[in-house]
């Protein structure tokens, strides 16, 4: 058969998957699988790229491609924004400004994202509910010096994530997700009991070298972020 | 210039990140492309396909390629063994078998992998240990349908993660993030305390539509999960 990439990819899979190809076997290599499958060696070569990106086979320059040992196992998480997220629920979104401060940075935040002494920021407390009920505690700071235009924004109406996106819709990004018991503020907002065990999602953002935001996003208690792979 | 795939996508990433292309802007046919850059139309195509994976850019098969409005915000997270994690942070890895049980199913966990009644299962509660601290506590439950050979595999030794990463390495997977308190007995394993705001994961394996798997991995207080996109 004269195979294109992806019945190619399909074939090559199946063979690892199904325990033809164990683990740790040395692939046939590009040459001889272009003439079994009757197909171009850049159509075995696009089908063994994607292989790799899935973590099934390791290519190494002189050794060949071989099946891995231990698959990676990579989830990949898509971030949508808040307003998404509810509105794909089927819930209605609502968007609440709770504090807006102009100030210097704090020595824990300066630190974390490499900002000067002295450096401005805008702290930003917002709420977002799902069918009026608390889903999600956004506490952002936002380097001044780097989106100026910020100070000046109106955060009354829309929150600063679309803005953000808007403002700087490209940007690198470090994110970590963990948990932490509510203190008394966090509970009063998320209207749950202090110490209760909530999800947190925290991302720094920065823009070519220079520091965007950072942001502290607590879930309602019993929430879940899922993903297949 | 004549442009490899990789210039070529830099360059069109350039233009979309720095605003020359700003979000819904629709990009030149591939045909133009090819022309601007003297290079093969393979080559620009391959570069739009990465761009698209990045979620840069949106590719419709008769509108074109635009700039997206709203990147999408991947974040990968790749999942390591346990041993490797602890091992990475430079941690001596310690492993020990708590309770291992084979029984009927529970409904909940029925329900969750699909089993039908009377499907019996291999219960283990496995501790890890990072220089003799407690790290995770696994909670896993095996589909002995699915994986009769683990009805008489030592787990004493190994745990039951690397057993099943031998016996199936290529599988599908559902998996879950979230946060929970510390019951009493979860505390005792972990030496925290009843309440404790505990990082979890969840997964759930399948190979070729039969359930494998399922475990519930609580880290100790503190454990954060991150990554860079």
Known sequence: MKADFRALKQELRQRIVQGIWPPGTLLPNEVDLAAEFSCARATVNRAMRELAEEGLVERKRKAGTRVRQAPLRQARFSIPLVRQEIEAQGAAYRYALVRREEQDA????????????????LHLICMHYAD????????????????????????????????LVEAVPFSDAEISFSALAADPETARYLSCTAGDALFMAERSTWWEDQAITYVRLKFQRGYRMTTRY
């Open 106 to 121: 704090p020595d824990w935040l300066r630190a974390r994202l490499g900002l000067g002494l002295g450096a401005r920021v």
């Open 132 to 163: 009026g009920n608390p889903y999600q505690l956004e506490d952002r700071w936002i380097n001044l010096e780097a989106l100026p235009d910020a100070a000046g924004a109106d955060f009354a109406a829309t929150g600063p994530n679309e803005w």
